[in-house]
Each structure stands twice: as C-alpha cells, then as structure tokens.
C-alpha cells in the first residue's frame, strides 16, 4: 500500500487495533501487520507520533505494565471517545472505498 495511503489510515488501524484490547505499541504493529497479510507495515517513527497525538486528543490512553517478558511496556487503550472516532473511521471508509470501486467499475 501507498505510504500516503497508510499515513492517511492510521488512525484507523491502530483504533480498530485496540478495540480488541490493550496493547503496547510493538504489540499494535505486529497485529496491523498480521491483520493485513503482511501488506501493511507501520514504522515506529509513524506510530509513536501517532499514538501521542491520539492520547492528546483523548482518544486513547496509556498506562505503564510489565511486558510478556516482564519488562516495563507503555500499554494503550481505547477511550470512550476513541471507540465513537473508530465508529466514525470506518463508516467513512467503508464509503470512501465504495466511491472509488464505483467509480472503477464506471470508468
């Protein structure tokens, strides 16, 4: 996928990430990865600017927990206002998407 288009998305990915649960940013590019069949990789220099601006906005928080290998892990999660944000992502994707497959089949 088109860098451009995955910048364009990530909040997306990473709100429907954590709809499933709490999880560390490592944690959040493995399932985007393995949720994608390996098409889509997020770096850490997008996520974790990602990941802050969406605490700044309320739509997610963090909170510091031990790791699968015991080590201190910065654990996010979605907030009530993320899971309405994520709603609305997706309604709008799913339309986006719809407009654009219209719009190849017509052409």
């Known amino acids: 996928m088109a860098r451009d288009t995955l910048q364009g998305t990530l909040d997306l990915l990473v709100l429907k990430t954590l709809a499933r649960g709490p ?3 490592y944690g959040i590019t493995c399932h985007i990865l393995a949720a994608s069949d390996h098409q889509l990789r997020v770096e850490e220099g997008s996520l974790y600017p990602a990941l802050h601006r ?25 907030t009530k206002a993320g899971g309405k944000r994520l709603s609305q992502e997706v309604k709008t994707w799913r339309q986006h998407t719809a407009a654009v497959a219209a719009f190849l089949d017509f052409a």
């Open 23 to 25: 999880e560390h940013g």
């Open 54 to 78: 969406m605490e700044a906005s309320g739509l997610i928080k963090s909170e510091w927990k031990p790791s699968e290998n015991s080590r201190r892990a910065r654990y996010y999660s979605l």
